[in-house]
């Protein structure tokens, strides 16, 4: 490693983008050159500094920041069509459904086959009371005249 790699370490570690692990070297390298001793003082002091003034900017500009993002009208269900909702209870959900759907379907298969049944039986009564009906022996019916009034 140059002097050019310890001194973007050095970079590294002060953004807070690098563990101190990766830094042991650097503090070896450090006490033997003069160059990147006087790299990491500025740029500490540098960090220092851009971290008052990030921390000094007036926390009213936030709210003035947020006060003008306008906010995005969206149309009433959309929170909820687009809700994010766990896999598991997904899943959980399609498995209901489908066992619902199967029961219903069983439901209705037994109805069916309940009607047809009915419809058997039905058809199976008609046919004997026809049976029974010509079975009679013919009746000669004479009207037989009901005068209450003589
Ligand atoms: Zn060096």
Excluded: W
Excluded at 84 to 104: C, E, Q, S, V
Aim: proline share 5%.
């Amino acid at each position: 490693m140059n002097c050019t790699d310890y001194q973007n370490r050095i970079l590294d570690f002060i953004d807070g983008q690098s563990a101190a692990d990766n830094f042991n070297d650097v503090f070896f390298h450090l006490p033997v050159c003069a160059e990147c001793r006087e790299f990491f003082q500025t740029a500490a002091k540098v960090n220092s500094a851009v971290s008052i003034q990030k921390e000094s900017y007036p926390a009213s500009l936030d709210i003035k920041i947020a006060a003008n993002i306008p906010v995005n009208s969206k149309p009433l269900f959309a929170g909820v069509l687009t809700y994010r909702i766990p896999a598991y209870f997904a899943a959980a959900l399609l498995l209901i459904m489908i066992f619902a759907g199967l029961t219903a379907m069983k439901e209705l298969n037994y109805y069916r086959s309940s009607l047809e049944r009915t419809s058997i039986q039905l058809d199976e009564q008609i046919h004997k009371t026809e049976l029974l009906f010509h079975s009679l022996a013919p009746v000669e019916v004479t009207p037989v005249k009901q005068n209450y009034y003589y």
